[in-house]
């Protein structure tokens, strides 16, 4: 079985989904499951698909 790495709140924040892909690669994890809240915090939708374009998108 391969190892997996399950993530929660990281709310947008780009350090937190920084050292999760960090600790995916340092434990050999084959899948990060992210179980909700991905999203900035905010009513500013612009926000959030600003986010989801320039950070995650890359990724």
């Not at 990060?32 to 950070?55: A, K, L, T």
Request: glycine share 12%.
């Amino acid at each position: 079985m391969n190892p997996f790495l399950f993530v929660t709140d990281l709310h947008g924040s780009r350090w937190k989904y920084e050292r999760t892909l960090a600790l995916a690669k340092e434990t050999g994890a084959g899948l990060v499951v992210n179980g909700g809240d991905i999203s900035p915090h905010g009513r500013r939708h612009d926000d959030q698909e600003r986010f989801y374009r320039e950070f995650l998108g890359p990724h």
